[in-house]
Nanobody, 114 residues
Framework: VQLQASGGGLVQAGGSLRLSCAAS????????MGWYRQAPGKQREEVAG???????TYADSVKGRFTISRDNAKNTAYLQMNSLKLEDAAVYYC?????????WGQGTLVTVSS
């Protein structure tokens, strides 16, 4: 299983970015797709997750600003990040939970400038 994350970059505070995570390979029924993030010196934080039937969960710190969605036909998840804050800067890692276990993608860096 390979996860290809994209969409990170530099954005000013208050701006928006959209992350994508495409899963490929031999995949057995993706149960959950989502994102974690880790900033320097901080613990890894689960940002958002979404099940196959669209049930989404969010960290309190991003509720109302981030929206996760997925395209089951494409095995792709999206994280729309609006009203970005300085504290959202981190490396974002996508993950999936499928029939045989969990898989992680390479991180994509989100930088937020003031």
């Amino acid at each position: 299983v390979q996860l290809q994350a994209s969409g990170g970059g530099l954005v000013q505070a208050g701006g928006s970015l959209r992350l994508s995570c495409a899963a490929s390979g031999t995949i057995f029924s993706i149960k959950v797709m989502g994102w974690y993030r880790q900033a320097p010196g901080k613990q890894r934080e689960e940002v958002a997750g979404i099940t196959g039937d669209g049930f989404a969960t969010y960290a309190d710190s991003v509720k109302g600003r981030f929206t996760i969605s997925r395209d089951n036909a494409k095995n792709t998840a999206y994280l729309q990040m609006n009203s970005l804050k300085l504290e959202d800067a981190a490396v974002y890692y996508c993950f999936i939970v499928e029939g045989r276990g969990s898989h992680w993608g390479q991180g994509t860096l989100v930088t937020v400038s003031s």
